[in-house]
């Protein structure tokens, strides 16, 4: 929009080609555009082009136009005439004359234009598809350069995250817009259809103040029929072969063309219907917007559908030994009623599994397990079972196995079942007795060496990082060693060597390594000091677990950047992440790290003054009693110091006691932080040496500015705590830099130093605006505001509020010089230097009485 005005303003400036795809807003831009220009300067008629006018001369511009031009041949003396009657109701404004689907405007019209805009007499704002022709006279404005092209393309995920929060009036969990966004490949149209669609079949539901979608999205009719008629578009022959990709989607184009001849292929990807992307090495058909493919199922005749599944299906199995394109066939082969082979379908379940497709994994082996082929589909089974939320029945299907032959297939049954026990039905003593029985029962050094992997795995998740580190040190080469030594490293302050462990690829096969990659990694960078790459580490965790559509993932994810937003004193974005967390682990049963998020929950709700909210999450938290991942549990603790300090108890004196457990478990990283939350809470003296002890151990670590902070904090040094907030802002922690400035404040005020006082109390201010949500603590609550006058005061919020020092004299019935001088005492007090940083800091501050 600011380009499309700077343009119309512009002096040679013809105008503006919006080229995009249908569907992506160009016409809502051009009527916003049109809507915004001023009338006082701006004359704007719009053009109607259609197919029927688009060889009338003068067609698209009638209702402009004398009606017996129209009826006159086109000539120059009828390009005069007509340009006289477009300029004549426009005066001395400029004409602007808006073109949707210019491929369709008339050669006498687009002469007309042209002619018009050349001679700076018309603004020429046009919209076309990318398949489609400019005519010729309106192209040569853009090829002489009198007139510029803007391509607008789809929306990002991050948009349609955007449009739907605002739209639902809410927060709106990262499954439905990841859905949203892959349904309609972030088309403007398909996306508010599909959202009104929702709404009217009550798809949507708000639970915990966040909007969710429930089963499949609903297609009626008025939506299938708007996708029908985009559809109609494409020749007829087009519109088989989509209904061919609609139910196979994707397929190799070879395989499609086995069926679909070459040219009708040819023809629906110049239309925009399909695309031919590369994946895995190989080229894969899909439609253009996947809510075609909803609505194409949704018509195709049922046999027409069953027929071209048995078809690809066979295809596939006859040209590739590719495990992908064989679990492909599978699918479909099981879909139109046929019987897979036995080895196929293992090859699925594996798949599958690779995939993070749990959901389909566990139904293929299960199916395997009915047909007494349980054996093959160890894993498939269990993990398929546990990671779509059924952990109950994988351990009943695992345990009801027997004993197999071999050390490999035991140590396997022996594997799944003690991760599934562990994860998904948080028994962890079971699990890891389970592990020791196999590993002192298997001679195999293959199938021990697995064995020894999980249990060094598990002992790192349970918070026994020595115990950890030894059994890793027996089977080096395993995966699942290498993330259990990393975690080991990163959690007993050892976070640089961790971190480089942790920086690897993890095997297909073995997912769940890439989420505990990323929970050692993101502490890591959190216990040294790179809290904005801890961020980007969490999110790009939660993009793939929401890409993968993996609950357990994206509720370990959803747990990381609450964790991290909070650390960077984003309070509102925290309490998001962890509702959203909260109810998919709720959904999934996944006690365990429900219990980390309540206790997460609890802390922003702590640190916003909301104490009640606070002790019920905390009181939910310790009810589930979760066993396992006692690797996290500190963080409840953390979390306890702060509510009770909401509630006005010594919560010093239990930030101690987290520190004291800390170090006996040789936490170090959480050691620092419960050390320096003794240190904010009322009890620095006691911290102080113990964090600089700590922070001695390694390179950079966070716990270096925590120490220096505990330092500041137990001498009253008002310089330090200077230091110290500067450090904090660099670092990306807004909440910690707000507080040692409000304590720097308070050092000067105690001394009498009071415009030093007032200085810091402002950036204390500032750095609090940066935290979403006002944050309550010990040194905040006591901060006292910059003391300005009643009309210090009042001018100040006028100033930040926009108005010039003329305007605000006026009002005031003051001297120009007079409030001039009031806003230099202002800013001399809050030490700023301008009406923008005046701005963020008025919401922020209080007008005393006096």
């Not at 919209?127 to 607008?152: F, N």
């Not at 293959?446 to 598990?458: D, E, K, P, T």
Request: net charge neutral; glycine share 8%; with cysteine.
């Amino acid at each position: 929009m600011r380009r499309i005005a700077a343009a119309t303003d512009r002096r040679g400036s013809a105008g503006i080609a919006l080229i995009g795809a249908e569907g992506v807003g160009k016409s809502r831009l051009q009527t916003e555009a049109a809507h915004r220009a001023d009338p006082a300067r701006h004359h704007v008629i719009r053009a109607v082009t259609t197919v029927a006018t688009a060889n009338v001369a003068f067609g698209a511009l009638a209702e402009h136009l004398p009606s017996g031009l129209l009826r006159s041949p086109f000539t120059g003396d009828a390009l005069r005439t007509a340009a006289e009657a477009l300029l004549k109701p426009a005066g001395k404004r400029r004409l602007t004359l808006v073109v949707d689907d210019a491929h369709l405007l008339d050669e006498a019209s687009a002469a007309l234009a042209v002619q018009l805009a050349r001679r700076g007499e018309l603004f020429l704002l046009t919209a076309v598809r990318p398949d489609r022709r400019l005519p010729r006279p309106i192209a040569d404005l853009w090829t002489d350069g009198l007139a510029e092209w803007m391509e607008i393309g789809p929306l990002s995920r991050a948009d349609v995250h955007q449009i739907l929060g605002e739209a639902l009036c809410g927060q709106v969990e990262g499954a439905l817009v990841q859905r949203f966004w892959e349904a309609t490949a972030g088309n403007a149209l398909l996306v508010r259809e599909l959202l009104t669609a929702q709404l009217e079949a009550n798809r949507l539901v708000s639970e915990d103040g966040r909007w969710m979608l429930r089963g499949p999205f609903a297609i009626p009719t008025w939506l299938a029929g708007l996708v029908n008629e985009r559809l109609a578009a494409a020749p007829p022959e087009c519109r088989s072969a989509m209904e061919l990709l609609a139910v196979t989607e994707p397929i190799g184009p070879n395989v499609l063309g086995e069926l679909v001849p070459a040219d009708v292929l040819e023809a629906a990807e110049a239309h925009g219907f399909i695309r031919i992307e590369r994946s895995g090495g190989q080229d894969l058909a899909r439609l253009a917007y996947p809510i075609y493919g909803d609505v194409l199922r949704a018509v195709t005749p049922r046999l027409r559908a069953r027929r071209w599944l048995s078809q690809c299906a066979s295809l596939i199995q006859a040209t590739s030994h590719d495990p992908v394109d064989l679990a492909r066939a599978v699918r479909w082969q099981l879909a139109c009623g046929e019987r897979p082979s036995p080895e196929n379908m293992a090859v699925a379940a594996r798949t599958a599994q690779s995939a993070m497709d749990f959901e389909l994994a566990g139904q293929l082996a299960g199916r395997e397990l009915a047909a007494g082929r349980g054996a093959a589909v160890i894993e498939s089974l269990g993990y398929g079972l546990l990671f779509a939320g059924r952990p109950a029945e994988a351990e009943a299907a695992l345990s009801g196995l027997g004993r197999l032959d071999g050390d490999l297939d035991r140590a396997r049954v022996a594997l799944v079942r003690a991760f599934n026990l562990y994860f998904g039905l948080d028994r962890q003593a079971p699990a890891e007795l389970l592990l020791a029985a196999a590993v002192d029962e298997t001679v195999d050094p293959v199938a021990r060496r697995r064995l020894i992997a999980r249990q060094a795995l598990l002992r790192a998740l349970s918070d026994a990082p020595k115990e950890a580190l030894e059994l890793a040190a027996g089977a080096p080469d395993e995966p699942e060693a290498q993330v259990a030594t990393g975690l080991a490293m990163v959690f007993s302050g050892r976070p640089h060597e961790g971190l480089d462990l942790l920086a690897g690829e993890w095997p297909a096969e073995a997912p769940w390594l890439s989420v505990f990659a990323d929970l050692g990694t993101v502490h890591g960078l959190l216990w040294t000091a790179q809290l904005a790459e801890a961020e980007e580490r969490a999110r790009t965790g939660y993009d793939r677990a929401l890409a993968n559509r993996w609950q357990f993932a994206t509720i370990v994810s959803c747990l990381l950047r609450g964790l991290v937003a909070r650390m960077r004193g984003q309070l509102r974005d925290q309490a998001s992440w962890c509702r959203e967390g909260i109810s998919i682990a709720r959904e999934q049963g996944s006690n365990n790290v429900l219990a980390i998020l309540l206790g997460q929950l609890a802390h922003g709700y702590a640190l916003t003054g909301e104490a009640d909210a606070a002790v019920r999450a905390l009181d939910e938290a310790d009810r589930l009693g979760g066993i396992s991942l006692r690797l996290l549990s500190p963080w409840t603790e953390l979390a306890r110091a702060w509510v009770i300090s909401a509630r006005h108890g010594d919560a010093a004196a239990h930030a101690q006691w987290t520190a004291r457990l800390a170090r006996d478990r040789g936490a170090a990283g959480f050691e620092t932080l419960a050390l320096h939350d003794a240190a904010r809470l009322g009890a620095p003296k006691h911290a102080a040496d113990r964090l600089r002890a700590l922070s001695g151990q390694s390179r950079r670590l966070l716990g270096n500015s925590y120490a220096l902070h505990a330092r500041a904090m137990a001498e009253g040094d008002a310089a330090a705590l200077a230091e110290v907030s500067a450090d904090f802002a660099e670092m990306g922690s807004p909440l910690l830099a707000a507080e040692a400035a409000a304590e720097e404040s308070e050092r000067h005020r105690s001394h009498g130093r009071l415009a030093m006082a007032s200085t810091a109390a402002a950036r204390a201010l500032m750095f609090m605006g940066h935290c979403e949500e006002i944050p309550r603590s010990p040194a905040l609550s006591a901060l006292a505001p910059p003391r300005l006058t009643r009309r210090e005061g009042e001018i100040a919020e006028l100033a930040a509020g926009g108005l010039s020092s003329r305007e605000i004299a006026r009002n005031l019935v003051l001297s120009v010089r007079t409030v001039e001088n009031h806003l230099h005492r202002v800013y001399r007090k809050l030490g700023i230097n301008n009406r923008g940083e005046l701005n963020a800091l008025s919401v922020l501050l209080t007008r005393p009485q006096s």
